[in-house]
């Protein structure tokens, strides 16, 4: 009994110091419920109180950082294999996923405007290489037949972008036209981070007829997968 006694003692002296309920158990042996009796009239001074509450949202902290890390490790996990299920890319395997990138991504000719060249917009820097290298290869476009406009809003800064596209493509700055585009009222909008980098517009000069060819191309997919 006097064993009890001073185990419930400094239980509640350990409470008063602002120990968590886990934290007293290593130091006391008794059960849960027990210690929930001994403790349940124990107060506690504000300190003690923010003690717990730090250790308390620290672990909460390092739990979150556990499922980030899994979270990153899985992620990892998964895209090594993908990458391992594409083999080399042949012609026209680069061909054909060329003509589906301009089928989602490129303007296409109107019946109301005639004579439309070929024009893509994306502002992701891998697809936009890609498409300029299918460019180059389909139809021997060289960088003085292509026009390199960015489109961003107002409020970012367009001359650290002009330079951050000027070396993904290669080009001088003064080869990328700025359009500044105006925000709305009440508009949110979020992309505004420090990576965001604005829309990359490639123009291709006189190619109203080879626009007019991947339309072509596009609907001869359409035909061939639906037989």
């Given at each position: 009994?006097?064993?009890?006694q001073?185990?419930?003692?400094?239980?509640?002296?350990?409470?008063?110091?602002?120990?968590s309920?886990?934290?007293?158990?290593?130091?006391?042996?008794?059960?849960?419920?027990?210690?929930?009796?001994?403790?349940?009239s124990?107060?506690?001074?504000?300190k003690?109180k923010?003690?717990?509450?730090?250790?308390?949202i620290?672990?909460?902290?390092?739990?979150?950082?556990i499922?980030?890390?899994?979270?990153?490790?899985?992620?990892?996990?998964?895209?090594?294999?993908?990458?391992?299920?594409?083999?080399?890319?042949n012609?026209?395997?680069?061909?054909?996923?060329g003509?589906?990138?301009?089928?989602?991504?490129?303007?296409k000719?109107k019946?109301?405007?005639?004579?439309?060249?070929i024009?893509?917009?994306?502002?992701?820097?891998?697809?936009?290489?890609?498409?300029?290298?299918?460019?180059?290869?389909?139809?021997s476009?060289?960088?003085?037949?292509?026009?390199?406009?960015?489109?961003?809003?107002?409020?970012?800064?367009?001359?650290?972008?002009?330079?951050?596209?000027?070396?993904?493509?290669?080009?001088?700055v003064?080869?990328?036209?700025?359009?500044?585009?105006?925000?709305?009222?009440?508009?949110?909008?979020?992309?505004?981070?420090?990576?965001?980098?604005?829309?990359?517009?490639?123009?291709?000069v006189?190619?109203?007829?080879m626009?007019?060819?991947?339309?072509?191309?596009?609907?001869?997919?359409?035909?061939?997968?639906?037989?």
């Open positions: 009994m006097i064993l009890k001073q185990e419930k003692e400094k239980a509640i002296k350990l409470r008063k110091l602002g120990y309920y886990s934290e007293i158990l290593k130091e006391v042996f008794v059960s849960k419920s027990t210690l929930s009796l001994w403790l349940r124990v107060g506690m001074a504000k003690q923010q003690r717990i509450t730090e250790k308390r620290t672990a909460s902290l390092k739990g979150a950082q499922k980030k890390d899994q979270r990153i490790a899985k992620t990892k996990a998964i895209k090594d294999a993908a990458k391992k299920e594409i083999e080399k890319i012609q026209r395997d680069l061909w054909l996923i003509i589906s990138l301009y089928w989602a991504e490129g303007s000719e019946e109301y405007k005639p004579g439309s060249g024009i893509f917009n994306n502002s992701d820097p891998k697809m936009v290489l890609f498409f300029l290298k299918w460019l180059k290869t389909f139809f476009a060289n960088n003085s037949d292509i026009i390199y406009e960015l489109y961003i809003h107002e409020t970012a800064n367009y001359e650290k972008s002009q330079i951050y596209w000027s070396n993904i493509l290669l080009i001088p003064e080869k990328i036209k700025v359009y500044l585009k105006k925000n709305k009222i009440n508009t949110n909008r979020k992309n505004t981070q420090e990576n965001y980098n604005g829309l990359i517009r490639i123009k291709l006189k190619s109203s007829s626009n007019r060819k991947i339309t072509g191309w596009i609907e001869g997919i359409c035909e061939k997968s639906l037989i």
